[in-house]
């Protein structure tokens, strides 16, 4: 139940607002408006505001819990103006309840923009009935700044200075609403109202389409201190357990038991090494039962403890839809456990379903409401658990609806428009938990869709049904670059795209093995596709050869080559894992986190950090056997594979035939390349 929190009335009537000291916070209240302005751990603030004075404590949001201690905060109250003085940032409010940020040298760092110089304020409330607002919230722009972050993203930008993003969230489309910007901010919209961000010459503005208070938490810094102030507010990532740094295998799909241990077992023949295999979707009885279908998958004990002697985990696809010849159906619907609607059935997309030619409509359980969690993970835990598998693909949690119809959605948590985009991170907080009482210490999930915070929940990211061509490629760098500076730490793209891909078509071979030297140095490594021949939608689908042996002799030994310098550098990465889970920095880095200072490195799109030490600069461009490589200045670079040394910047064209990637390691760093 809502227990919403009373802001003082004003003290007088005279001026344009009226601002008090609360709390160790600061409180304005004027034009029907109430503002709270708080220090929300070190080197940082929260604000929030609502129409008619109550602000609302239990909204959903990405912050975790109370506010963390902020022992350096001053708040100063001057009458006219308020200050909050919090290490590197100063907040500052007028009496209009405009809120000014300032750095430590109180040189402006971000401003609030009224749209007026009457009305509206920077803040506006556009009713949309019940107490709720269509909510607007600006900022000033200046130039030359850029930002990164704000979740996944096929645009091909890194830095979206000038874009507007959607906040919903959609197949390879993330919304996680947290921006860095290199004038030395971070800032979250704490809000998973439907809505977007536009990044304007003339302005920043957020819109919530439907929400009922204005929300974000703003903090100062250089990147990597952002970053780890942000993990502190929203939740740590867990370290990543050894075996998941390893290969994970996949393609679409393997139909039997038999199938999928034959090519494990061929892995282990070739002495290639394996760590993750995947059983993908369609495995099921019926979508929604969430169990193994014993026709395909006859002794699925049997094969965990195989697969447990090979060194191999299964993971498998677990899917939110419920299909109505689903045997969970009726009860979820008569327990209230589904998403509801607005208007007509609890039926929000078609898909095909075993026993029945044509598709049906079917619905999702409610990830909000702990008591549909409670109910899903024991079918899990009943289902797959108990053979032992413990490994969990998380498909088309958005949840995948279509018509995308959000303002006829009614959660647990709220309406649609309201908390829709919350759906993907409480997905994965069902199975976190779950894993969790059922005494598992390693969780590890692999999702589609996610939002701030997600991460605490041992949540990974992939980068969804995208291309298979290297303007793709070019555009999953930028894409998981973002995701990195959005506090998702554990990522990964389906190796070769999703959407096709010929095994035996030449300039298709050149794309995957590109690709395939790209992603030996994502956080994680998987090889994942629909290949042609394609075959229509529906159980008896498989898609063509998707294993490291089905692209010819001369890939074969290139993705040999990768698939042990993977092995060899993950003892190294876990490192950077465990250093992750502790600082919230994470293990792939664009350039500037490490090297803020070099404006250059602020620009570079194409290259990135693994760690500190390594620089992995990926080729994608179609006969290709050169690229150019920026090596940030601060730093001594050698190649990774000629041992020529480099001073820090400079441009440097490096060498990469078809068997190489450029690589250089930093200042005398020592790794086994």
């Not at 003085?85 to 401003?111: K, M, P, Q, W």
């Not at 210490?441 to 291309?467: F, K, M, P």
């Not at 020529?644 to 760093?669: K, S, W």
Request: hydrophobic fraction near 40%; glycine fraction near 10%.
């Amino acid at each position: 139940m809502n227990h919403p929190s009373p802001i003082a009335p004003p003290e007088k009537p005279e001026g344009p607002g009226v601002l008090r000291e609360s709390g160790g916070a600061l409180e304005w209240h004027g034009h029907l408006e109430s503002l709270r302005l708080e220090p929300w751990g070190p080197d940082a603030v929260r604000v929030r505001a609502v129409r008619g004075g109550r602000l609302h404590h239990d909204l959903p949001g990405a912050l975790a819990g109370e506010a963390p201690a902020s022992p350096q905060a001053v708040v100063k109250n001057e009458g006219t103006v308020g200050r909050i003085v919090n290490g590197a940032i100063t907040a500052e409010i007028t009496d209009r309840g405009i809120v000014r940020f300032l750095r430590a040298d109180g040189s402006e760092l971000l401003s609030e923009q009224p749209a007026h110089f009457w009305w509206p304020g920077a803040r506006l409330y556009t009713p949309t009935g019940n107490g709720y607002h269509r909510l607007e919230q600006r900022f000033a722009a200046y130039d030359g700044e850029r930002i990164y972050g704000l979740g996944q993203h096929q645009h091909g930008l890194l830095d979206q200075k000038g874009a507007t993003i959607d906040l919903v969230q959609r197949n390879a489309e993330v919304t996680i609403p947290v921006l860095l910007s290199d004038r030395g901010y971070l800032l979250l919209w704490n809000n998973p109202a439907i809505g977007r961000v536009e990044l304007a010459v003339n302005g920043t503005r957020w819109v919530a389409d439907s929400a009922r208070q204005f929300d974000y938490w703003i903090t100062a810094g250089t990147p990597a201190e952002t970053l780890s102030r942000y993990a502190d507010v929203t939740g740590h990532s867990p370290e990543l357990p050894e075996w998941a740094t390893g290969f994970w295998q996949c393609k679409l799909r393997y139909r039997t038991q038999d199938e999928l241990m034959a090519v494990a077992r061929e892995h282990k023949r070739r002495g290639l090494p394996l760590s993750v295999i995947v059983n993908d979707f369609f495995h099921w009885t019926h979508l929604g039962e969430w169990k193994l279908d014993p026709a395909e998958w006859p002794d699925p004990a049997a094969m965990v403890r195989e697969l447990d002697e090979l060194g191999v985990r299964l993971m498998v696809s677990v899917w939110p839809s419920v299909s109505p010849l689903s045997e969970n159906h009726a009860e979820l619907e008569r327990r209230g456990l589904l998403i509801g609607t607005e208007y007509g059935p609890m039926a929000h997309a078609e898909w095909p379903d075993k026993g029945v030619d044509s598709t049906v409509q079917v619905a999702f359980y409610d990830a909000t409401n702990p008591e549909a969690r409670d109910f899903l993970w024991e079918r899990i835990s009943e289902n797959y658990l108990a053979h032992g598998i413990k490994v969990w693909w998380l498909d088309a949690c958005e949840p995948e609806i279509n018509p995308g119809h959000q303002a006829n959605l009614r959660y647990h948590a709220g309406p649609g428009l309201e908390v829709g985009n919350l759906y993907p991170r409480e997905n994965a907080r069902t199975f976190h938990e779950g894993m969790l009482a059922a005494g598992e210490t390693e969780v590890v999930t692999l999702n589609r869709s996610s939002w701030a915070g997600a991460q605490r929940y041992g949540a990974a990211l992939w980068s969804g049904d995208i291309g298979t061509d290297f303007a793709t490629l070019r555009d999953q760098i930028k894409a998981g670059l973002n995701v990195m500076v959005s506090g998702i730490p554990w990522w990964t793209t389906d190796i070769g795209g999703f959407h096709g891909g010929n095994p035996d078509d030449p300039a298709y071979r050149e794309v995957i093995v590109r690709w395939f030297q790209y992603g030996a140095f994502c956080p994680l490594f998987r090889l994942h596709g629909y290949r042609e021949p394609w075959m229509p939608l529906g159980p008896e689908m498989t898609g063509g050869p998707n294993e490291v042996w089905s692209y010819g002799e001369e890939a074969y030994e290139i993705f040999s080559h990768y698939l042990h310098l993977r092995e060899r550098l993950r003892p190294y990465l876990q490192e950077q894992m465990r250093h992750t889970a502790e600082t919230g920095v994470p293990p792939m880095r664009p350039l500037f986190v490490e090297f803020p200072d070099d404006p250059a490195a602020w620009e570079v799109q194409d290259e990135f950090l693994l760690g500190p030490d390594l620089l992995v600069a990926p080729v994608t461009e179609a006969g290709a056997r050169s690229r150019t490589v920026h090596l940030p200045a601060g730093a001594e670079w050698r190649c990774a594979w000629t041992g020529e040394v480099h001073p820090g910047g400079t441009t440097v064209t490096a060498d990469a035939p078809i068997d190489r990637i450029p690589l250089y390691l930093r200042d005398g760093a020592r790794l086994p390349i």
